[in-house]
């Protein structure tokens, strides 16, 4: 409980015990999750009903076989791009400042991707509660401030150097 409230209460200390913490599990199944969830509200989309039917039509299979194929294929790919952004983000940061270990990064960038996913995940229910889009807002604005403090305590970066790092982040989580 003292590490939940040390989150947002003190972010930057929270960031640096991270390493140490034995419950690294609950925060990856954490993740696991949010992006789970995220999958499952985005099949209402309309784009995943004209791949899944698409696919349908092409094999023969199932219209609702296809749909979960799709979202699964879609959860993959959260589960995978995280993995490469995390690494990218390791390889930037180790070339400009200390290089550190990258479990320890992985680690502090799954409670960064989970707050920003949840993020996501909060404005495709803004549509039947209002305000859910300012929960949402709330959540990318944390997640960028956690994402800079782990990067920070991370690569031990001036601020100027952390923005640059955190710059790169920021582009590759938008291009994934």
């Not at 200390?13 to 599990?25: D, M």
């Not at 985005?42 to 023969?60: I, K, N, P, V």
């Not at 194929?69 to 070339?95: D, E, N, P, Q, R």
């Not at 270990?101 to 799954?110: G, N, P, Y």
């Amino acid at each position: 409980m003292k590490q939940g409230a040390r989150l947002f209460l003190k972010p930057q200390q929270f960031f640096n015990q991270l390493q140490w913490s034995p419950h690294h599990w609950f925060i990856l199944l954490t993740f696991l999750v949010v992006s789970g969830i995220e999958a499952h509200l985005g099949q209402q989309s309309s784009l995943y009903r004209w791949f899944a039917d698409s696919l349908s039509a092409q094999t023969g299979i199932n219209s609702e076989i296809t749909l979960w194929l799709v979202v699964s294929t879609k959860l993959a790919l959260i589960v995978a791009s995280s993995y490469i952004t995390s690494f990218l983000i390791w390889m930037v940061g180790s070339l400009i400042g200390e290089r550190n270990s990258q479990r320890v990064l992985f680690r502090r960038l799954a409670v960064v991707f989970t707050v920003v996913l949840s993020a996501y995940t909060a404005q495709y229910l803004k549509s039947f509660y209002p305000w859910m889009e300012t929960v949402s807002f709330f959540l990318y604005t944390w997640g960028l401030l956690l994402g800079y403090f782990a990067i920070r305590e991370q690569f031990n970066l001036t601020h100027f150097e952390t923005s640059i790092v955190g710059v790169f982040a920021i582009v590759l989580v938008f291009c994934s």
